[in-house]
C-alpha cells in the first residue's frame, strides 16, 4: 500500500494556519500492586521508546474564518512547551477510562495511574470488544455477539445475546455481530449496533441498524424500536445522539424517525479543496453539561465545538465551528488514524485511540497553551471515559482451610464453605472435543468458557460417563479400552466465593 500523504501539511496548507505542536508527554511510573512484573515490563519499556520517539500532534483552531489563537514557533513555542508540562502535572482529571488491551478489559484513571484489568480469559480467537461503563462503574461489552455486564473486579451481573437485527435479504454478503454496546449514565439501558453489507446490483452498501434493551434483561426490538444508524451516545435514558451515513442525528427511543440534528457541511467547510470536506461526522458525543460536543470527521481528525440549546429535549441548532482539531503527524502508516473519542467529566478533555493507542487531550477546547496530550496506554483501544471512580470492589475472600483430619460439608456445587450463598458462574461456552475418534488418535480439549474468570479448572474424561482413571489433561489418548465406547469430557470451574460449576461436551463413540 502507498505511503499516506501527510494530513497535516494539506490541512495547514489549506486553512492558512502556524504550526501549533505540543510534545508527547511520557507517563509517570503507573505500576500497581494489581499489575504483574510483565505488565510493569511493559509500561518501563514504552517509558524508553518515548523518550526516544520525536512524534508530534498537532492542534489547529476551528475553520479558516473562525477567530482563534494563533502560537507561533521559537520563543512562544517553548514557552507553550512550559505550560504544557505544568498542566500535565496538576491537572485533575475526574473519572476513569474502560478500554481493551490484549483482547482483554482493563481500567485506568485519566492521570495515568491505577492500571487495572479487569478480566483475563480474553484471547484473540475470542476478544472483548467496545467496552463502556455508567456513572455507577457498571461496565458493559461486546464478546461473540454478546453484551456482558460486569463490575470493575470482573464479577458478572448478566449475559445478553441480542438476535440480529437485519432479516434476511437476498444480496447480503456479511453481518456483524451484536457490536458497541453503550450503557446510559445512570446503568439502566444499553444500545447495541450491527452492520450489514449488501449488493445492490453490483454496487456494494453498507447499512447499519441500532437498538436498545433494558439492562437487567433483554428487551425485544419492538419495545424501544430499530432505528437506522450506529455509534450511539446517551443524552438520557430516552434519547440517544448517533451517526447515520456522516450525519449527527437525535433519536428518541420507541420512535421510528430520528431527526436531524447537524450535517457535515454545518461544522465543516464546504469549499473546494478544504480538506475536510468530504470527510462525516462520525461517533458524536455531548457533555454531561451540555456544553460541547466531540466526534471524528471522518477516522482522520477530532474535533470539538460549543453546543447550543439541550438536545436532551429539543432540537438545538448545530454546533458551532470546531474550537479545535486535532491531527496525527503520523503520515507513513496507512488506514484509519483515530477512534473512539470520548468526552471526560469536565466536559473539555477527550480520551481516544490513535493508531491502536490511548490517547487523552485536555483542554481541548481552548487550543492553547493550556492543552495538553498524553500517551496513555500503548495499545489501548475503544476507550470510554466514565464519571465512575476506579474503585473494584474486593472479590470475596476464599473460606478458611479446614482443620486437619476434619471434613467439610459440601457446598451448592461442591465448592464453599457450608451454608454460605455462593455466586453463580455464568457459561458463556461449552467444553468440546477436538479430532478423530479412532483407537489410538489423540482427542483435544477445545476449553470452555465461564465468567467471571475462574481460578483454576478441573478437567476430567470420562468413558461412557464414568471417570478414566489418570485422564485429567487437556489431551486425552485413545486406547484400545474405548473402542465402542462414547468419550466425553467435563470440564469444572472453581473461585472463591463461586459455587463449582461443571459443563460436559458432547460424547463421541469411538470407532
Request: glycine share 8%.
Amino acid at each position: 500500500m502507498p505511503a499516506r500523504p501527510s494530513r497535516v501539511a494539506a490541512l495547514l496548507a489549506a486553512l492558512a494556519l502556524p504550526l501549533f505542536a505540543l510534545p508527547v508527554t511520557t507517563l509517570p511510573g503507573v505500576a500497581t500492586a494489581a499489575e504483574s512484573p510483565q505488565q510493569a515490563d511493559d509500561l518501563q519499556h514504552t517509558q524508553k521508546a518515548q523518550k526516544a520517539q520525536k512524534a508530534r500532534h498537532t492542534l489547529h483552531p476551528g475553520s479558516p474564518a473562525a477567530p482563534g489563537r494563533r502560537v507561533t514557533q521559537g520563543a512562544t513555542q517553548r514557552a507553550t512547551q512550559r505550560a504544557t508540562q505544568r498542566t500535565i502535572q496538576s491537572a485533575a482529571l475526574d473519572g476513569s477510562i474502560v478500554f481493551i488491551r490484549n483482547a482483554n478489559v482493563w481500567l485506568i484513571r485519566p492521570d495515568g495511574t491505577g492500571l487495572h484489568q479487569v478480566t483475563s480469559d480474553g484471547t484473540a480467537d475470542s476478544p472483548y470488544e467496545d467496552p463502556t461503563m455508567s456513572d455507577t462503574g457498571v461496565i458493559a461489552v461486546a464478546r461473540g455477539g454478546q453484551i456482558i455486564r460486569m463490575l470493575q473486579n470482573g464479577v458478572v451481573l448478566g449475559v445478553l445475546a441480542p438476535p440480529s437485527l437485519f432479516l434476511p435479504s437476498p444480496g447480503t454478503l456479511l453481518i456483524t455481530p451484536i457490536h458497541e454496546p453503550v450503557i446510559s449514565p445512570d446503568g439502566s439501558r444499553i444500545a447495541y449496533s450491527q452492520l450489514r453489507s449488501k449488493d445492490y446490483s453490483g454496487r456494494i452498501r453498507i447499512e447499519e441498524l441500532t437498538s436498545f434493551t433494558d439492562a437487567t434483561g433483554l428487551s425485544p426490538t419492538t419495545t424501544y424500536g430499530i432505528v437506522s444508524g450506529r455509534e450511539p451516545a446517551w443524552l438520557s435514558p430516552t434519547r440517544v445522539v448517533l451517526s447515520s451515513s456522516g450525519i449527527a442525528d437525535l433519536q428518541d427511543l420507541g420512535h421510528d424517525e430520528a431527526t436531524t440534528w447537524f450535517y457535515q457541511d454545518q461544522v465543516i467547510s464546504d469549499e473546494d479543496g478544504y480538506p475536510l470536506q468530504w470527510h462525516g461526522i462520525n461517533h458524536p458525543e455531548v457533555s454531561a453539561d451540555l456544553s460541547r460536543v466531540t466526534y471524528l470527521v471522518g477516522d482522520d481528525f477530532v474535533g470539538i465545538g460549543s453546543v447550543t440549546g439541550d438536545p436532551r429535549t429539543s432540537i438545538p441548532a448545530p454546533p458551532t465551528t470546531p474550537a479545535c482539531f486535532l491531527a496525527s503527524d503520523d503520515t507513513t502508516t496507512p488506514g484509519p488514524v483515530f477512534d473512539s473519542p470520548s468526552l471526560g467529566p469536565d466536559g473539555r478533555s477527550v480520551a481516544y485511540e490513535e493508531l491502536g493507542d490511548l490517547w487523552v487531550v485536555t483542554s481541548f477546547d481552548s487550543c492553547d497553551a493550556a492543552t495538553s496530550i498524553r500517551l496513555l496506554v500503548p495499545g489501548g483501544t475503544n476507550p470510554d471515559w466514565s464519571a465512575a471512580p476506579l474503585a473494584p470492589p474486593a472479590l470475596p475472600a476464599p473460606p478458611p482451610a479446614p482443620r486437619p483430619g476434619s471434613k467439610p460439608a459440601p457446598g451448592p456445587g461442591g465448592g464453599g464453605a457450608p451454608g454460605a450463598e455462593q455466586d453463580r458462574f455464568e457459561v458463556l461456552a461449552k467444553a468440546a472435543v477436538q479430532g478423530s475418534a479412532r483407537v489410538g488418535r489423540t482427542l483435544t480439549l477445545r476449553p470452555a468458557r465461564f465468567a467471571p474468570s475462574p481460578q483454576r479448572t478441573r478437567i476430567q474424561w470420562l468413558r461412557n460417563g464414568a471417570a478414566i482413571k489418570r485422564a485429567t489433561k487437556p489431551r486425552y489418548r485413545l486406547t484400545a479400552a474405548d473402542r465402542g465406547r462414547r468419550i466425553s469430557v467435563r470440564v469444572t470451574a472453581i473461585r472463591a466465593g463461586y459455587s463449582n460449576r461443571s459443563v460436559t461436551s458432547a460424547a463421541l463413540r469411538v470407532r
